[in-house]
Each structure stands twice: as C-alpha cells, then as structure tokens.
C-alpha cells in the first residue's frame, strides 16, 4: 500500500517512479499482497465480501450518478486540492456507495434465485432429476 501511495505521490513530480509504469507495478503489487493474506479482523472480512457482491452494480451506477451530481450541481467546475475538496470527494464516494448498495439490494440480489425460477420454467428439462432409467439408456 505504501509502494502504491508512494508512486501515485512520485506522478506529480519528474521522478522516475512516477511513470504509468511504475504506478502499474506498484498497485499490481499490492493486489498481490492483499490477495494473499488472509483478514482476521470480522468485520474487514463482511466489508470486503459484501463490496464483493455489489462490485458489478458499483461498477454499472457510479459514473451515471457523479456525471449527473457533477454536471447538476457543480456546473462542470474544476477544484484545487484542499480539504474542502477532499470532503467533497469523500462524501461522494460514500454517495456512490451507498447508491449502489441500494439498487443492488433492489434488483441484483435475487438475480441467481429469479435465474433458476426462470431455468425451471423454461427449460425443465435440465432441471429434472436423472433416473436409473435414464442412465440406461
């Protein structure tokens, strides 16, 4: 993680370790890292598995949601870094979360249950229970 923060810090000088390349390598690292270690706090382990669930209805809301508050509200301004820009950031990265956890409690959580109602309905066929006399023949 210190690798990663410290190469996105070296992007805004000429520094070597601030290249694309650099960055890439230092965040692919660190996937490595937390890929392979194993969380024993609990409730690190319940946030990670429920963003988990939710990562393809985060991934689907975010940008529709920032594109309209941006374009909305802040009118296409730009902002210099500061805290009140960091406060800005934060509240709607927290914004988009919350967001996509609701419509994902919403809609995408029974998808796998309406799927296999669906399959029942339609194809019964796969859904049936295979017999001796099926296997003979």
């Known amino acids: 993680g210190v690798l990663a923060l410290g190469s996105l810090t ?15 390598i230092a965040f692919s690292l660190w996937i490595i890292g937390l890929a392979s270690c194993e969380p024993h706090v609990f409730w690190l382990k319940k946030l990670a598995a429920g963003l988990s669930e ?3 209805t985060l991934y689907l809301v975010h940008f529709p949601l920032l ?9 296409g301004r730009q902002f210099s870094p ?3 820009t960091y406060l800005w950031f934060g509240s709607l990265l927290a914004i988009s ?23 029942m309905i339609f194809f019964p066929q796969n859904t049936a229970v295979v017999t001796d006399k099926h296997l003979k023949a």
């Not at 609701?102 to 249950?113: I, K, L, P, Y």
């Open 67 to 75: 594109a309209f508050v941006f374009f909305c509200f802040f009118e």
């Open 82 to 84: 500061g805290t009140t």
């Open 10 to 24: 070296a992007s805004k000088t000429s520094s070597i370790f601030g290249t694309d390349w650099s960055i890439g």
């Open 54 to 56: 939710m990562s393809y």
């Open 97 to 119: 979360v919350a967001f996509a956890a609701a419509m994902w409690w919403c809609f995408e959580r029974n998808t796998d249950h309406l799927r296999k109602r669906i399959e």
